[in-house]
């Protein structure tokens, strides 16, 4: 009796089956690499990592879902829909990463919609992939006459390899994926493999697949599409970020911890990290002067000076103006950042080449945990992080860092932070004056402004009541004795309020930060 196309014989059904769990460790590998990639997109251009990887894989997981349910309603040609979804994963989520890149100089509204869009989407067809796999693979056992005895088998093998899969790209995505190609070309890469699974479904089941001409077409568009943005990937990157910075780039690049990009025009060379500016050549001398010099010279003659954070270079440099200094010692976590700022020309002419002076020491580390387990005593240290826009860098303005820089400040010590706009982020300012005091060290706030940025404040601590300077570094552009004191004069619009402490297991400054600044940029 012949055998019917749905039915293949017991010689057929063992090479499908092994085939169709093989597309099931590629389909799980590459839905994770959608995800991940979504929200490191979603982290690096909207800040706040954790909500945004909170919110990317939550709507992620609920679009995965509704599309198991939905797959109830797929009865008939089993194999077609499997390859057209096949098709529309790699060619949708594959595209991501490129597609999110151009959009990115929407406004934030506009890109957010157009994120979870993409994320239902693609999540809605991952959900659907699994449940038409097992249908499937149930079928290859009916007809080669093994359900019973391999029916229960199948959900443990399914999911076995659904989780070996994923278990693969979580390990890869940061160390080896990311770094290497970039999220561009890591999205069309792992979409090439959901349009290879969609070929080899065409090959296999090309018996019973109706249409088999109009199938092969559209497998051959979706591979020249996703070719074309593997090989495509750092023009799209460039035009992009051309767009959203205005500015021509000079240079980017992901690291394992953030988006670094730095841009030039006639009005100077600008800094970049996961969108944020950092500083401008045009005023940056402003800051790094009011962060580094009311400190160093207070102190009169410091001779071990702690760099926390400044990757830059820039507050080396400044520390650098102060023969008194024998060691800088500057903690940066991210060694792309310092390995930048101390072989590109232009950059090294911007902090003075200060990260190649013998009197420094770059150590690449999170500066969290260099405090914990390096002792040692500084005569002044320079906090000099980013924003708190996410828990990551919340930590670093928490009572237990705080607790950690106070023991290593040297007893007639000066430790400055850098700590945002008083007058933008008002509430947030004084939180880390209270969280400062909170630890035992007494706290000397001021403000300088900066055009980029506006009204900047910074903080001082140490254990011992600020002296006003009589002296300061000849060739300074910013800061001389008779303008210092007006730094520390806070008109009431910036005038202290009262806030919380900012500890480790309430972050309430992270918060805070993001409510503060969010009014501004609605």
């Known amino acids: 009796m012949a055998v019917a196309a749905d039915a293949p014989t017991s010689a057929a ?4 089956e092994v085939a169709l769990l093989a597309s099931v460790f590629i389909v799980a590998a590459c839905g994770l690499v ?33 599309g198991s349910w939905l797959s109830r309603y797929f009865e008939r040609q089993l194999v077609a829909h499997f390859l057209r979804i096949e098709l529309l994963v790699g060619l949708i989520g594959g595209l991501m990463p490129a597609a999110l890149y151009a959009l990115q100089s929407l406004a934030a509204p506009s890109f957010r919609f157009a994120l979870y869009a993409l994320v239902l989407a693609v999540g809605v067809l991952v959900g659907l992939e699994i449940p038409l796999v097992m249908r499937i ?9 093994a359900e019973r005895s391999g029916l229960r088998n199948l959900v443990s093998q399914v999911l076995t390899f659904d989780y070996l899969g994923a278990l693969a790209v ?8 990311v770094p290497q190609l970039g999220l561009i070309r890591t999205g069309a890469f792992f979409g090439l493999f959901n349009a290879g699974v969609a070929v080899w479904a065409l090959w296999l089941f090309r018996g019973e697949v109706r249409g088999l001409a109009a199938h092969a077409l559209a497998c051959a568009l979706t591979v020249a599409a996703l070719l074309a943005a593997v090989a495509g990937a750092d023009h799209v990157t460039t035009w992009a970020e051309d767009r959203f910075y205005a500015d021509h780039v000079l240079y980017s690049e992901t690291s394992d911890y953030q988006r670094i990009v730095v841009t030039a025009s006639r009005a100077g060379v600008r800094l970049f990290l996961n969108g944020n500016l950092q500083f401008h050549s045009r005023d940056e001398y402003r800051y790094h002067e009011a962060l580094v010099h009311p400190a160093m010279a207070a102190h009169g003659a410091p001779k071990q000076v ?18 008194s200094v024998d060691k800088i010692t500057l903690v940066e976590l991210d060694p792309h950042m310092t390995a930048l700022f101390s072989k590109e020309p232009l950059l090294r002419a911007l902090n003075g080449d200060s990260l190649s002076s013998p009197r420094l020491e770059v150590v690449n ?11 040692g005593g500084y005569d002044v240290i320079v906090v000099d992080f980013p ?4 828990f990551a860098i919340g930590k670093l303005y928490t009572s237990s860092f705080y607790r950690l820089v106070d023991q290593h400040l040297n007893a007639g010590g000066y430790a400055v932070v850098q700590t945002t706009s008083p007058l ?22 001021y403000h300088a402004h900066v055009p980029s940025f506006g009204e900047w404040g910074f903080i001082l601590a140490s254990r011992r009541p600020f002296r006003m300077p009589t002296a300061l570094p000849p060739g300074l552009r910013f800061l001389d004795l008779a303008g210092l004191p007006a730094l520390f004069d806070f008109p009431p619009d910036m005038a202290r309020v009262p806030t919380e402490v900012n500890r480790l297991s309430n972050q309430v400054l992270v918060q805070t930060f993001g409510d503060e600044w969010g009014k501004v940029q609605r």
């Open 13 to 16: 059904a063992r090479p499908a």
């Open 34 to 66: 959608y995800e991940l990639a979504a929200g490191t997109l979603a982290s690096y251009l909207l800040g706040d990592s954790i909500l945004q990887f909170s919110t990317v894989i939550g709507s992620y997981l609920f679009a995965m879902g509704l």
């Open 137 to 145: 693979l149930r079928r290859q056992l009916r007809g080669a006459g």
């Open 170 to 177: 979580s390990i890869a995505f940061p160390l080896l994926l």
């Open 306 to 323: 702690l760099i926390l954070g400044g990757g830059d270079g820039m507050a080396a440099r400044e520390v650098l103006k102060y023969a």
């Open 365 to 375: 580390a999170d500066a969290f945990n260099w405090l914990d387990q390096h002792p």
């Open 387 to 390: 924003d708190p826009t996410n």
């Open 424 to 445: 933008i982020a008002r509430k947030s300012y004084w939180t880390v004056a209270t969280t400062l005091e909170s630890v035992g060290l007494h706290v000397t706030p």
